[in-house]
C-alpha cells in the first residue's frame, strides 16, 4: 500500500510549525493518524511529538560554531540540508516501513531550497522511491498578501516551488483568522486571482515604464500557467480546515482504496466557498 504525505513549505513565519500542530490535533479528533518529521535544522521548539528530528543528524549552531567551516545562519542551514540529503539512511530508519503512513514534513523557510538548489527535489525523489505519495503544501501569510504586489511576489515563490518540485500542490494562505474584518474582505480576491487586474493595480503604483512591463511580465507568466490559486486557513475554523485537508487528500488521493475522494466542492464551484467562508464571518466585530 502506498504511504502519504505533505511537504510543509513556505518563507520564514509563514506559519509552518502552528500548522503542522492544527493538522495534527484536527486529524486526532477525526480518528486519523498523522505523524511529524522536523526538517529544520534551526529549529528552536514547537508544541506537538515528533517522529524524527533532523537535529538528531545535524544542527545549525553546530556548523556555525566550527572554526574550520565559519558558515553564518544561511550558509550553515544549507551546508545542514546538502549534508542531510547525503545521509538519507537517517531518514529512512526513522520513518520504518509502516503502510498507509501519513507523514508532514515541516520543512525550513529557506527560499532558496526550493528554487535554484537541488536538496529538496532529491528528497521529493527519495520518498516516492519509498512509495510516498507527497503533496506540496505552500504557506504564505495572509496578512503579508493585502497588497498586490506583495501578492504577485508570493505567487511567484510558490509558483517557483510547483515547477521545481514537480509534484502536486496546494498553496495555502495562513493566519486568516488574525485578519481584520476589512482585510478579509480585501484579500478574497486573492484567493483565486485575476492577474490582469493585478496588472492594473500594481501600475498605479509604479511610475517606471520598464517595471510596469516586468510586473506585465510575470502577470502574465502566472496567468499562462493557470496554477496558482490559494485556499483560507483559518486554525479556528473546521470548515476550513475540512476544506484545506479534502484538497490535499484529493491531490494525494489518500483513501483511494476505501472510497474516491474530491474536494468539498467542484473546482467552477470554488468561489462560492470562499464567499461563505468569508460571508460567515461578516457578522463578527473586527478584533
Not at 502506498?2 to 490535533?25: D, E, H, I, N, W
Not at 525523489?125 to 505519495?133: G, V
Amino acid at each position: 500500500m502506498p504511504r502519504f504525505a505533505q511537504l510543509v513549505m513556505g518563507p520564514a513565519g509563514s506559519g509552518k510549525s502552528t500548522y503542522c500542530s492544527t493538522m495534527v490535533q484536527h486529524c486526532e479528533s477525526h480518528n486519523r493518524s498523522v505523524q511529524v518529521v522536523n526538517l529544520d535544522p534551526a529549529a528552536e521548539h514547537f508544541d506537538y511529538p515528533v517522529m524524527a528530528d533532523i537535529r538528531e543528524l545535524i544542527e545549525v549552531d553546530d556548523v556555525m560554531e566550527d572554526s574550520f567551516l565559519r558558515f553564518g545562519p544561511n550558509g550553515g542551514l544549507v551546508y545542514c540540508m546538502e549534508y542531510f540529503a547525503n545521509n538519507f539512511d537517517w531518514l529512512e530508519s526513522c520513518l520504518g516501513h509502516t503502510e498507509d503512513d501519513y507523514i508532514l514534513f515541516d520543512c525550513p523557510g529557506q527560499i532558496e531550497l526550493y528554487t535554484h538548489l537541488p536538496v529538496m527535489k532529491y528528497l521529493v525523489e527519495q520518498l516516492q522511491q519509498w512509495e510516498f505519495r507527497v503533496c506540496g503544501v505552500f504557506l504564505v501569510d495572509s496578512q503579508f498578501m493585502v497588497e498586490s504586489f506583495k501578492f504577485i511576489s508570493g505567487a511567484m515563490a510558490a509558483l517557483s516551488a510547483m515547477i521545481s518540485l514537480e509534484i502536486p500542490q496546494c498553496n495555502i494562505m495562513t493566519k486568516m483568522d488574525l485578519l481584520s474584518k476589512q482585510a478579509k474582505k480585501e484579500i478574497e480576491k486573492f484567493l483565486d486571482p485575476d492577474m490582469y487586474s493585478m496588472i492594473d493595480d500594481s501600475n498605479s503604483r509604479l511610475r517606471s515604464k520598464k517595471f510596469k512591463k516586468l510586473t506585465k511580465a510575470i502577470c502574465g507568466l502566472i496567468d499562462d500557467y493557470s496554477m496558482v490559486r490559494f485556499l483560507p486557513f483559518d486554525r479556528s475554523d473546521e470548515e476550513s480546515m475540512n476544506m484545506v485537508l479534502q484538497h490535499i487528500d484529493f491531490a494525494i488521493q489518500y483513501g483511494e482504496d476505501l472510497e474516491f475522494k474530491e474536494p468539498m466542492e467542484k473546482e467552477e464551484n470554488t468561489s462560492p466557498n470562499f464567499d461563505e467562508f468569508f460571508q460567515d464571518r461578516a457578522d463578527e466585530p473586527s478584533s
